[in-house]
């Protein structure tokens, strides 16, 4: 493979970039691409993501670390319309990287994304939940999760990031974005920009 595509990625929490790590490395390998992901940011919520993602634009071009060829922005949708997020984090981009940023916002919530294949999730993780759409209460989707795990008879000692690589390997990931829209809107945007980098 070619030289390493560097990729920056900003998340709100550990679930986010547990699964969203290897998701992009994974479409990237079907594409041929290597990439490098650099974690910038996968603790404390969405406001703290937001702010070291542009702190970070501004710093950027003063460090010696190299410029991204990406950076993943991935945020919660919280019940609010993919489109809003995705321009709440547009609005927050210089102009310069503008080209560059791709938009995560699971919605409503990242654990929602752990769930999008349910056949590849009785394949790893040994149970098959039920899961409603558009439930938007707080923690519904991580309860879940979690029911799941323990129902398969796992001990969820990291509240079910642990199972993120295994279950982004074994999903279909047409059928997981046919599933949930917002996955659908991250794989489709994140295709587009990684074959602009193979040309």
Request: hydrophobic fraction near 40%; aromatic fraction near 8%; proline fraction near 5%.
């Amino acid at each position: 493979m070619s030289k390493a595509r560097i990729v920056d990625l900003f998340v709100e929490d550990r679930a986010h970039e547990a699964f969203l790590k290897p998701l992009v490395e994974r479409v990237a390998r079907q594409q041929s691409i290597n990439v490098e992901i650099r974690p910038r940011s996968a603790r404390g919520g969405h406001g703290r993501a937001l702010a070291e993602f542009q702190a970070f634009q501004r710093a950027i071009r003063h460090i010696s670390d190299p410029l991204p060829d990406l950076i993943v922005v991935g945020i919660d949708g919280n019940c609010t319309s993919f489109v809003k997020r995705r321009e709440e984090i547009l609005q927050k981009t210089e102009a310069d990287f503008q080209d560059y940023v791709v938009v995560a916002c699971p919605n409503p919530h990242i654990e929602r994304w752990y769930l999008a294949d349910l056949q590849a999730f009785q394949q790893v993780v040994g149970s098959r939940p039920t899961v409603t759409e558009d439930k938007c209460q707080r923690d519904f989707y991580k309860k879940l999760l979690v029911d799941s795990i323990r129902t398969a008879s796992h001990p969820p000692t990291l509240g079910g990031i642990e199972f993120a690589k295994e279950l982004v390997d074994a999903m279909d990931l047409y059928r997981a974005g046919k599933g949930d829209g917002s996955l659908k809107a991250f794989l489709d945007d994140l295709h587009a920009k990684l074959r602009a980098l193979s040309k």
